[in-house]
């Protein structure tokens, strides 16, 4: 391994603002000061439909602001999935789709499980009235994603 520094004084590689950035993501992202994960772009549906929701609920609605994917990820942020569908965190998740309200929306799949009863249900992440949640679903509320 080499020793070699970044201007941050940290090793190559090691450092969040300077290592490549992760397949799937870009180097610069968008986030809410109330928000959970990070987003492509500030005209993100699934960031507006968010926003749409806490005013629903009477919190506060904050404008996005450009920042660093280190900075965002440093916050314990995850990625939108609609935004960056081809992101995995994991080298075992993998895209989906799932069933949400009659609707097939884009998820990630991280785990498989068998119940008792012999049928699958996935551990999914994906985005469900503006913001990001992470459930299990049974086997008929999941599909490969196109």
């Given at each position: 391994m080499s020793d070699q520094r970044c201007d941050h004084g940290l090793i190559v590689g090691q450092c969040g603002h300077c290592k490549p950035v992760p397949h799937g993501l870009t180097a610069n992202v968008w986030t809410t000061r109330g928000g959970s994960v990070f987003h492509r772009t500030e005209a993100c549906e699934a960031l507006a439909d968010g926003q749409a929701?806490?005013?629903?609920?009477?919190?506060?609605?904050?404008?996005?602001?450009?920042?660093?994917?280190?900075?965002?990820?440093?916050?314990?942020?995850?990625?939108?999935?609609?935004?960056?569908?081809?992101?995995?965190?994991?080298?075992?998740?993998k895209p989906c789709l799932v069933r949400e309200n009659g609707r097939w929306v884009p998820g990630l799949l991280t785990e498989w499980r068998r119940g008792g009863d012999g049928r699958w249900s996935g551990v999914v992440s994906y985005a469900a009235d503006g913001e990001q949640v992470t459930v299990l679903k049974d086997q008929d509320d999941l599909r490969p994603a196109p």
């Open positions: 929701r806490a005013a629903r609920f009477g919190r506060d609605v904050h404008q996005p602001t450009r920042s660093a994917l280190a900075d965002a990820m440093a916050q314990g942020r995850g990625a939108c999935i609609p935004c960056f569908p081809a992101y995995r965190p994991s080298r075992t998740a």
